[in-house]
């Protein structure tokens, strides 16, 4: 037997869950900046992990070049989508190349590692990758990475690689655009109820 909250009850339950709600997405906003918090991981296996992520725009920014080489730099990081959350879209905020080549690549694989050996690239395991462009400043990549259809990304964790093989150090900023997932809405649900009452009298 359910417990029944009366009217005071519910309404506490309702405020309490709203604080909840609105504490995760004023913590969702995150900012990592190499320049100010340190090189990102090179190793694809451990990437650097990011807090989770609640509503708002996060934002990273990290300069690679000659990834090919031993020299060189690439940049793992793992990002975390919180429960009750999606990542709607990711929008590339910046790419400077210093006039150079600003053609990188970015790559999203599912779960907290890459397991593409960038010596011996399989894409196979990826959700998917794009080669950046000038055009793609200001304008979301996710959609074109993974194709539309699979957007929004739920809750879990999704794991980054970017490099950019040109001898020109390339900086990108990768804005993440997270939204509360949208709860169904009452007349849906008052249709699904219909629904099983009416299968129920057959």
Known sequence: MGVYLGWGARTASAVAFG???CSLASAGSFVYDEAVDG???DDWLAPTQFPAFGAGQSI???DVVDSN???GDRDYFTITIADGFQLDSIDLLTLDAGGGDSV???GI??????TVDPNFPNPAPLLGWILTQQSDVGNDILAPMIGGENTPLGPGQYSFWVQQTGQDLTTLSFGFNVSVIPAPAPVGLAGLALLGAMRRRR
């Open 60 to 62: 990273a920014t990290m």
């Open 39 to 41: 090189d990102l991981s």
């Open 104 to 106: 990188a690549f970015v």
């Open 19 to 21: 604080f909840f709600v």
């Open 69 to 71: 080489e031993t020299s």
């Open 109 to 114: 694989q599912e779960g907290d590692q890459i």
